[in-house]
């Protein structure tokens, strides 16, 4: 509101929440866009804004697998990584085995959590499909497809989705959950990624996009300045009421 933020307000619902200054980590292109200076920002994090590539994104997938379908030697995690081709293009893999008392399975069903590194531009659809074919291939799983007993994913909003025809299923998911995102960064430079200051008055930005060859470090002296920025300007005054996402 006139150059200012003044709040909040998530997707599908209508509640506002007031403040008086924002610090945003989430992901800059979801947050932003690339049509940035439309939105008020600066014309400096507008021009580095348009230099982040969203390199590939983490897919999520949860499996129900007989346990005649799951080796007696399987260990509770499996890390692959994959030769992406045209036809899987899958670019890595970690498996993780879920405690049977977590899902509520019994000892003859085995659950498993896939996480893989997908290109950025995958279409959502393929996603599930390609996964499952990757845990055939490179999870120790080669009879997956005759022991499957379901899979879901909070990704590609098709829901619990049963191996069996004819098995009743959960209804799609109306609002998937965002995967995470691996950016890649046209700057070399430690100090070329987004600024601090997004050219709203106190709106930050305090990310993984701040610094982003720092990893976590990074993230941490972003957040430690936009908090000292954001005391110093107040110093004397009652502290802002402060938003972190």
């Known amino acids: 509101k006139r150059g200012r933020v003044s709040g909040v307000k998530l997707r599908g619902k209508n509640e506002h929440y007031g403040c008086d200054a924002l610090v945003l980590a989430s992901d800059p292109i979801d947050i932003f866009g690339k049509a940035a200076e439309a939105s008020g920002l600066s014309r400096d994090f507008s021009q580095r804004l348009a230099r982040v590539q969203r390199a590939a ?4 997938l949860h499996v129900a697998v007989g ?7 399987f260990s509770e995690t499996l890390v692959a990584t994959c030769e992406p081709t045209a036809s899987s293009p899958i670019q890595a893999l970690y498996v993780r085995r879920l405690p049977n008392k977590l899902v509520r399975a019994g000892s003859d069903t085995v659950c498993l959590s896939v996480t893989t590194v997908v290109p950025a531009e995958l279409p959502k659809a393929r996603l599930r499909e390609l996964t499952l074919s990757a845990l055939r291939r490179h999870g120790g799983l080669p009879f997956l497809e005759e022991h499957l007993l379901w899979s879901y994913s909070p990704n590609d909003g098709l ?3 049963p191996a069996r025809a004819g098995t009743p299923g959960a209804s799609p998911d109306a609002r998937p959950y965002p995967m995470d995102a691996l950016y890649d960064f046209e700057d070399p430079s430690i100090g070329g990624g987004l600024p601090l200051e997004t050219g709203v008055k106190r709106l930050l930005y305090a990310g993984r996009m701040s610094y982003p060859h720092l990893g976590i470090e990074g993230q941490y002296i972003a957040g430690r300045a936009a908090a000292d920025g954001l005391v110093a300007s107040k110093r004397g005054a009652a502290s802002p009421r402060l938003i972190r996402t």
Request: charged share 20%.
């Open 159 to 161: 829901g619990l989705v």
């Open 57 to 60: 994104r983490r897919f999520t």
């Open 67 to 73: 346990a005649k379908g799951v080796s007696p030697v």
